[in-house]
């Protein structure tokens, strides 16, 4: 987070470190692996640690991070539908409204990030992990 907050122009434009060398992919694919373990395990903060990956580590713009980390995130929470459905562990209704609303801040947010470009994407995220912090933080007081 500092980083970012430290670097005003990362992630503005795109700026691939893609160079064909092997240790690039060697770190792309550890990173992914490592993420998609917590994203199993636990599952919060998923979508900022792929921000994190993609803008800081392989150079994407905030705008194309964000959209590759949302279709990651389907990916995964569509595995998970599946293994907690198979298991009779889902509140349906409940999940049902939250999807609808998940659908329609996807649809606004996206548009938003679109009509806006990084610059905006790039605060959210600022504002978004430093609340987490925060609260992090906080709940770490006596």
Do not use: C
């Amino acid at each position: 987070w500092l980083w970012t907050l430290l670097r005003p122009t990362m992630g503005l434009e795109q700026d691939l470190r893609w160079s064909g060398r092997r240790r690039h992919y060697v770190i792309a694919a550890l990173g992914g692996l490592v993420i998609g373990f917590y994203d199993g395990l636990l599952g919060p903060g998923t979508g900022s640690f792929l921000l994190i990956l993609l803008v800081g580590v392989l150079g994407y713009s905030f705008l194309d991070a964000s959209a590759t980390a949302k279709v990651v995130n389907l990916g995964t929470n569509a595995a998970a539908l599946v293994v907690f459905a198979a298991t009779g562990s889902i509140l349906w209704v409940l999940g049902g409204l939250m999807a609808v609303g998940n659908i329609l801040g996807g649809v606004i947010g996206a548009r938003t990030a679109m009509r806006r470009g990084s610059g905006f994407v790039r605060v959210v995220f600022l504002v978004v992990v430093g609340a987490l912090i925060l609260r992090l933080a906080w709940d770490l007081l006596p």
